[in-house]
């Protein structure tokens, strides 16, 4: 992030605080936001986008009230995809109708929710779910905004966990074999529902725009022969998020402007040449703006030379702080952030403390080879889908995320405790 150097001691400082600092006050693992780095990138992509689109931050990334109240600040909307994420939005004071509503299975008492606390757009994502909010708009007696999401037939290049726009997976309906033009016409036919859009995500961790273009091509077709059938011309329509980001420097990444320029253009061009006007644009970026906003702060336990192989780094945290590696294979780099070393560099593993050996938070990396305990590592680029998805494993406790600003730093989530597990053990 953008604040972050290094004093004459070697050791990192992020907006104005020092990492040992830091460590000595929080204590690690801790995930260390920069507070200036995220709202800029907030405002990078509400500035590039302008006023004729609109921004939701996608929740699932990283969500917690401080956020919701930068992202208001920002002017920036939000996507959330369970009662959780919506309770966690409303109370941190997220007007309802800038909120719009995610999930393939959303149940019945979070749509209620939903759609009692009036938020701008549920996004439909299966025929039975038409009907259901349907029904419970009409129950509650309003009209409820909504959009369809609809699967392209796109293959992201991705890991295929993550890749959301080719057919054979839980999302959306498909626009092969008409049935995303069915469900527009089901839901059109429902005077409890107001079908603003068509919502289509391709995907994340992508720098290919060209799945972007092929989606947006079908999308719009889509409005055309829905305008031919039915005479309506759809408001809206939402091109999802997964823009990737740097986790190491083999990545480049875009920038907003030029996304949100390939986008607008692709819509337009597409939309004039079947005759339709331009619908308003809305995108969904997670990743590309909490991503690169924090890393987390470890402190190294034990150095493990293994003669021939490479030498295992045990840290204090693990697969519990960031399950990406494991799961993705996602790559990580990391550093020796407490001091400076002129020791040759050795190739490492760093690894977490958990019972299991895929527990690997670092595949390949090179460090300082004086490392010792009590040396403070740092993984850059965890902001993104690493608190979102700690877990407890081996009851081991989810680290804080501390935010820091202007050589101020605050917790905005706090260190579970001991008590916390025990809470909710209550056999
Ligand atoms: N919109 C929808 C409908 C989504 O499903 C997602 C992500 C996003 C927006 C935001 O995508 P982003 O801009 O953050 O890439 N846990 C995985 C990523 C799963 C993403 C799920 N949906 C990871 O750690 O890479």
């Known amino acids: 992030s953008r604040t972050v ?180 016409r089901r839901a059109l036919q429902l005077d409890s529902l107001e079908v603003i859009g068509i919502h289509s995500h391709i995907g994340s961790q992508i720098f290919d725009m060209s799945g972007f273009e092929v989606a947006a091509h079908r999308v719009v077709g889509l409005l055309k022969d829905i305008r031919d059938e039915h005479g309506v011309e759809l408001p809206e329509i939402d091109l999802g998020g997964g823009l990737g980001i740097a986790y190491t420097s083999d990545d480049d990444p875009r920038e907003p402007h030029e996304i949100a320029k390939a986008l607008t253009e692709i819509v337009t061009r597409e939309c004039e040449a079947a005759k339709l006007r331009t619908p308003r644009i809305s995108v969904e970026p997670g990743r590309a703006i909490v991503g690169p906003t924090a890393f987390t702060l470890y402190e190294v336990g034990t150095v493990k030379p293994l003669d021939g192989l490479r030498t295992y780094v045990s840290v204090d945290g693990g697969m519990s702080d960031n399950i990406r590696t494991a799961l993705y294979d996602a790559e990580y780099s990391v550093s020796l952030v407490s001091r400076s070393s002129d020791a040759e560099p050795m190739l490492t593993r760093v690894v977490g403390k958990h019972c299991e050996s895929g527990d690997i938070v670092v595949k390949d990396a090179f460090l300082p080879g004086d490392l010792a305990p009590g040396d403070l590592i740092a993984v850059p680029a965890t902001g993104a889908y690493c608190r979102s998805m700690a877990s407890n494993y081996n009851h081991v406790l989810r680290p804080p995320v501390v935010a820091v600003k202007d050589g101020q730093a605050r917790v905005i989530v706090r260190r579970e405790t001991e008590e916390d597990l025990l809470r909710l053990d209550v056999g």
């Open 5 to 184: 150097t290094r004093d004459e001691h070697g050791v990192l400082t992020v907006g104005g605080i020092d990492v040992k600092r830091l460590a000595e006050e929080y204590g690690t693992p801790a995930y260390v936001l920069d507070e200036d780095d995220f709202r800029s990138r907030a405002r990078a992509w509400r500035t590039a986008f302008g006023e004729n689109a609109d921004v939701f931050y996608a929740g699932k990334a990283f969500l917690s009230r401080a956020v919701v109240r930068w992202l208001n600040e920002e002017g920036l909307n939000l996507d959330v995809c369970s009662g959780g994420e919506l309770a966690t939005a409303l109370s941190a004071g997220m007007p309802a109708e800038r909120i719009a509503f995610h999930g393939n299975n959303k149940s019945v008492a979070e749509i209620r929710r939903a759609v009692e606390a009036g938020v701008g757009r549920i996004v439909l994502d299966s025929f039975q779910e038409i009907v259901r909010v349907a029904h419970i708009a009409r129950e509650l007696g309003t009209r409820q905004r909504v959009q369809i999401r609809v699967t392209v037939g796109v293959e992201a290049h991705t890991h295929e966990f993550i890749a959301t726009a080719h057919e054979d997976q839980k999302f959306g309906i498909p626009l092969a074999g008409g049935q995303a033009a069915e469900a527009v």
